[in-house]
């Protein structure tokens, strides 16, 4: 065998590979192309990277007070909180936007409105991502540490034209309050899987909605 065929091998081997990935897409896409593609839980949680979806109800009220904070013609974030942003495309009625900021590439089924995002780099964003662009942002940090949210802090004041809606543990009630100007809500946030640490929700307004989300 001569180094041509060698090379030729080796050709050989890069486009079956590439062919095979984009099979193997074509078929993601295929998979969530139907009705069902934005229920909670289409996409199952991955737990290695952190990810525990909240229950129905927990989704439709945040989506739902999400959409009351945005008020008509307004724009939502939704950062690591994939169950919600689903939600809210169940919701969609023509009145608001919806964006999705996610570390998992599963999510980039949805298309334009899906932006890869690493917690680690919380200013590398997409040109897309104006500053100031959102009504409000929803965001649920992967991990309950004050690297993570401190990071992640930054990438919400970026985005948010002044409404937050945080979504993490009890125990970091007083780092989300320096951070972000939040205070903790009456709302318990539940998931389909009981978690082990205590989760609450934090807002740094006042909801219209009461019969959704109260501030102490």
Request: aromatic content about 12%; proline content about 2%; overall charge negative.
């Amino acid at each position: 065998m001569n180094d041509s065929d060698d090379n030729d091998d080796t050709r050989l081997s890069v486009h079956a590979l590439a062919a095979l990935q984009e099979f193997q897409l074509d078929q993601q896409k295929k998979q969530f192309a139907g009705f069902n593609n934005y229920l909670v839980g289409s996409i199952e949680e991955d737990w290695q990277l952190s990810q525990f979806w909240y229950s129905d109800e927990t989704a439709l009220r945040l989506a739902q007070e999400a959409i009351e904070a945005a008020a008509n013609g307004g724009r939502i974030a939704c950062i690591s909180t994939p169950s919600v942003y689903q939600k809210l495309k169940q919701l969609w009625n023509g009145e608001f936007t919806a964006i999705l900021l996610e570390y998992d590439k599963r999510f980039s089924v949805y298309g334009k409105e899906f932006f890869f995002y690493d917690y680690n780099y919380p200013m590398n964003l997409h040109e897309d991502l104006q500053s100031h662009s959102c009504d409000i942002v929803i965001v649920d940090p992967p991990y309950l540490s004050e690297e993570c949210l401190s990071k992640i802090a930054l990438t919400v004041k970026y985005l948010t034209k002044g409404k937050i809606l945080l979504c993490t543990g009890a125990i970091m009630e007083d780092l989300a309050a320096k951070l972000l100007s939040v205070k903790m809500s009456k709302f318990l946030p539940e998931h389909n899987r009981n978690l082990a640490n205590e989760f609450r929700c934090y807002m740094n307004y006042e909801s219209s909605a009461e019969r959704i989300i109260h501030l102490n």
